[in-house]
């Protein structure tokens, strides 16, 4: 059984996304192909896998299509936060970019409703998809249109990681209760270590946002949790106060340069022994040396209150396309070949394998890292995906400021809350 089959499970429709094109971004690597057959010119497929190990995998998976006949494919990798950034813009552009890295849900839907996003009915339909489950099938459609706009590539999960030689070392073990990891916060900070990592410095501030998603769905519960991105509760209310009171017993613990650096530079701080653990997606291991994936391990985000349904967050990631698009046949070529077994394994092998693919017959890394992941998302009571990914990309930054001023200035949490609530009203509003 995979997440996608559980009925238990639900999957949010979160909107976050941004994204970047060739034709109006400098920080582009293309990776050329000759045109040629039915797409009519080669399809451009704007990429924010910029890790060395992701772009790899990206440039073999394009490569691979290519060899398949006359359909082709330009890959153009763009640095992640521009793409984040340029994403709106190159989907109004006169002349877009054909396909695109990205998210589902609520990220689709907000451009699904602007009528720019591609409909994908059809190809839904052909064998690289039938097989994939309802529940992906729901999170893919537009509930604006009711049209599919997405190809699920594959999906991971949000844990604390951290490196077993180092844990071993200082001996200390994993911890399962929220006291448990103030304790061992304790032990690793008594070694002269930083306890907790983030990297929510430089361009990626959005790091500190998992720690605000993974402390509301513990204290208040996933519903709340998305009800409040949605705009159903307030940011000043009483019970996100009480997500506050949590995170200031575990903030003394964190690295002093937690939002000074970027998570690939937390990523390096974790893998020298300058701090002990860190909340991230299992992404961060793209850029991280193939020697040490085996020295990594993971841990479940501690369970704060045993009544609260335990919820993980594990995002899906995929493509769409440009409405716009001038090569609408050969996008759905790329697309159905994205979505096979073929191409997720491939994708696997030339990464850093600890993504889930979401085609029912394509095999995972099968690595200890990875079935413990997969055992996490499917015992998990719900799922939700990423701040952003279930609210907006335009509430993403009002996260950002709130979450990065508070570590600041932890004594000033009133006045924080007061204002996320008021910039998060405008967009509500819009």
């Known amino acids: 059984m995979t997440v996608f089959n559980a009925t238990r499970r639900r999957f949010l429709v979160g909107t976050g996304a941004v994204g970047a094109g060739a034709l109006l971004s400098g920080c582009v690597t293309q990776t050329p192909s000759t045109s040629g057959g039915k797409s009519g010119g080669p399809v451009t497929l704007q990429s924010n896998l910029s890790s060395p190990q992701a772009k790899t995998a990206m440039q073999a998976v394009v490569a691979a299509y290519d060899k398949r006949g006359d359909a082709r494919a330009q890959l153009n990798t763009v640095a992640s936060e521009t793409f984040r950034t340029q994403l709106p813009t190159y989907l109004t552009s006169a002349n877009p970019p054909d396909a695109y890295t990205w998210y589902p849900g609520s990220v689709a839907e907000s451009y699904a409703k602007k009528d720019l996003l591609l409909g994908l009915d059809d190809i839904w339909e052909k064998p690289e998809l039938a097989g994939y489950s309802d529940a992906l099938k729901k999170l893919c459609t537009s509930a604006s249109s009711g049209k599919k706009v997405f190809v699920p590539t594959s999906y991971y999960w949000w844990g604390v990681f951290y490196r077993k030689s180092n844990f071993a070392k200082w001996g200390v073990k994993e911890p399962k209760t929220w006291d448990e990891f103030l304790d061992l916060c304790d032990k690793i900070k008594s070694k002269g270590v930083a306890p907790i990592g983030l990297g929510a410095g430089g361009d990626t501030p959005w790091v500190a946002s998992t720690w605000f998603d993974y402390l509301n769905i513990r204290v208040n519960g996933a519903t709340y949790h998305r009800e409040l991105l949605a705009g159903k509760h307030r940011f ?122 979401t085609h029912p017959d394509a095999k995972d890394a099968g690595t200890p890292l990875v079935l413990k992941g997969r055992k996490l998302i499917e015992s998990a009571t719900d799922v939700t995906q990423f701040f952003n990914r279930d609210s907006s990309d335009a509430l993403q930054p009002t996260a950002d400021t709130a979450l990065v001023h508070y570590l600041a200035k932890p004594k000033e949490i009133g006045s924080i809350l007061t204002t996320w609530q008021r910039s998060a009203q405008k967009i509500w509003s819009q």
């Open 236 to 357: 000043d209310d009483p019970e996100v106060r009480k997500v506050f009171d949590k995170w200031d017993e575990a903030r003394p613990f964190f690295d002093p340069n937690g939002t000074a650096i970027p998570f690939q530079d937390a990523t390096t701080a974790l893998l020298q022994g300058r701090t002990g653990m860190m909340l991230i997606g299992t992404f961060f291991a793209d850029a991280a040396p193939k020697d040490a994936l085996g020295d990594l391990d993971f841990f479940q985000f501690p369970i704060i209150d045993p009544k609260v349904p335990v919820a993980e967050e594990a995002p899906t990631d995929g493509y769409f396309a440009s409405a716009r698009t001038k090569r609408a046949d050969g996008v759905k070529e790329l697309l159905r070949y994205l979505a096979s077994a073929e191409a997720q394994e491939l994708y696997l092998k030339n990464s850093s394998g600890t993504a889930l693919p």
